[in-house]
């Protein structure tokens, strides 16, 4: 898993068929399909990446770049809770 390499990873919350770009070239997964509509459990994976000890605003960054429209993101993004 990419988080192993120290790379954070947000493919548990997006949606299948990128073909896993971001692992294939040994970059940050940025969640590029978007997050899984009605499915993605973003506030856990916010919190397994946390434990991780990546930084908050990172991660939230990330995440926002394909799925800020997403009801749950928004209000971590907002500082609330999903």
Do not use: H, Q, W
Request: hydrophobic fraction near 35%; include cysteine; charge should be positive.
């Amino acid at each position: 898993m990419i988080v192993e390499r120290g790379l954070p990873c947000l493919g548990p919350i997006t949606v299948a068929g990128c073909d896993a770009r971001c692992p294939s070239y040994n970059t940050v997964c940025i969640g590029c399909r978007g997050p899984i509509k009605d499915e993605a459990n973003v506030s856990g994976e916010l919190e397994m990446l946390l434990r991780k000890g990546y930084d908050r605003e990172r991660i939230l960054n990330l995440m926002s770049l394909f799925g800020a429209r997403y009801k749950d993101l928004r209000s971590l993004i907002e500082g609330g809770k999903s």
